[in-house]
């Protein structure tokens, strides 16, 4: 067995696309790398195998989460390393090009590697003078490089040179060499698909497109054509992150809110976000509250589609998870957590507070309604409705007005065209209904076989 297999925990976080890393030290004692805010399931790793986390460390100023490395530095002891170039605002070990962290054994080496941020390390772990392997944050990853156009895109260009370097860099590291990437399938900061989260120096010599690239131009004009839109919320992360998330004193907490406290949050400018499944929300709910079901992605959605400055006020359904609920509110800094509707739906029907419904149809029951695909414009272009209207659900609140009259809402499944629904609702729109599924089941029902391509039909 490998050095991995038995010392190297991945921590995947499915919504986000992300990997964080818990290394057994050897000593009873443990290194987290890249941990988000979220420690659940970090916690728990260390708890198992009985290792006390001694080191935090973060690759990166993190768009897409929290870092948790404040939270173990003040819970744990842990001692932070980062970037001196980040200018982080609290306690931590500076670390610049070719310093080394003796981790009570094992030694970590900081290597430069901007791009993705200005102050991007990747991390070499070594014992003595073995290299165990290289965690590579958002530099090298699994058959792509991560986006370069997060500090505006007007430095998109000139961080896509910088991953250049760092790539070639990291690739004159041994072919064996394990490389542990945080970003991977799934992250709106990468752009490949695929299963694999982990991989080594030598395959992706062999098969990663960008370090196959026969010049710098080349490069960087692969890198940003693969770049597609992300989170609005990715703007304002990497600055709390550099200024230190607020430690939380355990585990927050979702206060029950009656149906009258539900009302005043709407009457003073708050949100009510239903994060029941898109069926249940179809049969009846608030009127404006959105839509956003509680999975993976619901963090990604709630930071895209809500601002972090008002309050928040939820409907949930039997049974949802309310630690998962909070803790991927808090782990984008989404704190104004008002609190759940007590009793759900029922109760607010008890209330005698208003209710609407939205048709939920399979694709049989569409009729001839214009069709509205909101999915991303690299799914779209793979295969959509001739005729379709497109406008992404990350882009609709601010051209809502561009959406036909009497749509039939689409995206993959139902759950971004439930929320789609419920902005255009917001909005004013009526008499729309939500697919039930995705464009192949429209075609199937309807005859039209899918086209491919990014032209589409106009609002």
């Known amino acids: 067995m490998g050095f991995a297999d038995e010392h190297l925990t991945p921590l995947t976080d499915e919504g986000l696309g992300n990997s964080a890393y818990l290394v057994d030290l050897g000593n009873g004692c443990a290194l987290a790398m890249d941990a988000s805010r979220d420690l659940r399931a970090?916690?728990?790793?260390?708890?198992?195998?009985?290792?006390?986390?001694?080191?935090?460390?973060?690759?990166?100023?993190?768009?897409?989460?929290?870092?948790?490395?404040?939270?173990?530095?003040?819970?744990?002891?842990?001692?932070?390393?980062?970037?001196?170039?980040?200018?982080?605002?609290?306690?931590?070990?500076?670390?610049?090009?070719?310093d080394e962290v003796d981790l009570g054994g094992l030694t970590l080496r900081a290597l430069a590697t901007p791009g993705h941020t200005d102050e991007h390390l990747s991390f070499l772990l070594l014992d003595?003078?073995?290299?165990?392997?290289?965690?590579?944050?958002?530099?090298?990853?699994?058959g792509s490089a991560a986006r370069?156009?997060?500090?505006?895109?007007?430095r998109a260009e000139e961080l896509a040179r910088a991953q250049y370097?760092?790539?070639?860099?990291?690739?004159?590291?041994?072919?064996?060499?394990?490389?542990?990437?945080?970003?991977?399938?799934?992250?709106?900061?990468?752009?490949?698909?695929?299963?694999?989260?982990?991989?080594?120096?030598?395959?992706?010599k062999q098969s990663n497109p960008l370090l196959a690239a026969p010049t710098e131009d080349a490069f960087v004009a692969e890198l940003l054509a693969g770049l597609g839109t992300y989170p609005a919320y990715f703007a304002r992360l990497g600055e709390l992150n550099r200024t230190g998330p607020r430690v939380l004193?355990?585990?927050?907490?979702?206060?029950?809110?009656?149906?009258?406290q539900v009302r005043q949050l709407l009457a003073d400018g708050g949100h009510v976000v239903d994060v029941r499944p898109a069926a249940e929300f179809a049969t009846?709910?608030?009127?404006?509250?959105?839509?956003?079901?509680?999975?993976?992605?619901?963090?990604?959605?709630?930071?895209?589609l809500l601002p972090d400055t008002t309050p928040l006020a939820f409907v949930t359904g039997n049974g949802q998870d309310l630690d998962e609920l909070v803790w991927q509110a808090y782990k984008i800094g989404y704190e104004r957590l008002a609190g759940r509707l007590a009793g759900g739906m029922q109760a607010w029907r008890d209330a005698q507070g208003p209710v609407t419904a939205t048709a939920f149809v399979t694709a049989d029951r569409t009729g001839d309604?214009?069709?509205?695909?909101?999915?991303?414009?690299?799914?779209?272009?793979?295969?959509?409705?001739?005729?379709?209207?497109?406008?992404?659900?990350?882009?609709?609140?601010?051209?809502?007005?561009?959406?036909?009259?009497?749509?039939?809402?689409?995206?993959?499944?139902?759950?971004?065209?439930?929320?789609?629904?419920?902005?255009?609702?917001?909005?004013?729109?009526?008499?729309?209904?939500?697919?039930?599924?995705?464009?192949?089941?429209?075609?199937?029902?309807?005859?039209?076989?899918?086209?491919?391509?990014?032209?589409?039909?106009?609002?």
Do not use: K
């Not at 003595?128 to 699994?142: H, M, Q």
């Not at 991977?184 to 982990?198: D, K, L, N």
């Not at 004193?249 to 009258?260: E, T």
């Open 249 to 260: 004193d355990g585990s927050p907490l979702l206060p029950l809110l009656n149906a009258a």
């Open 369 to 459: 309604r214009p069709y509205l695909d909101v999915r991303q414009t690299v799914e779209f272009a793979a295969g959509h409705v001739p005729g379709a209207v497109h406008i992404e659900l990350g882009d609709l609140a601010g051209r809502t007005a561009e959406a036909p009259a009497g749509p039939i809402v689409a995206c993959g499944h139902g759950e971004r065209a439930m929320t789609a629904a419920s902005l255009l609702e917001r909005a004013g729109h009526t008499d729309l209904a939500v697919l039930a599924g995705g464009p192949g089941d429209y075609a199937t029902a309807h005859g039209r076989p899918l086209v491919d391509g990014t032209e589409a039909a106009h609002g």
């Open 148 to 154: 370069t156009d997060l500090l505006g895109s007007d």
């Open 42 to 98: 970090l916690r728990a790793a260390a708890e198992r195998r009985g290792l006390t986390v001694a080191f935090a460390a973060d690759t990166h100023l993190h768009a897409d989460f929290l870092s948790g490395a404040v939270q173990l530095g003040h819970d744990d002891g842990a001692t932070v390393l980062a970037s001196a170039a980040g200018h982080r605002a609290f306690a931590h070990t500076a670390l610049a090009d070719g």
């Open 284 to 304: 009846g709910h608030i009127p404006g509250a959105l839509s956003i079901p509680l999975r993976g992605q619901f963090a990604t959605w709630l930071g895209w």
């Open 165 to 204: 370097r760092s790539l070639r860099r990291l690739a004159t590291l041994p072919d064996h060499l394990p490389v542990w990437p945080t970003h991977g399938a799934g992250s709106f900061c990468s752009v490949p698909a695929g299963a694999a989260r982990t991989t080594t120096i030598g395959a992706q």
């Open 128 to 142: 003595g003078a073995v290299e165990l392997g290289v965690f590579t944050g958002g530099s090298l990853i699994v």
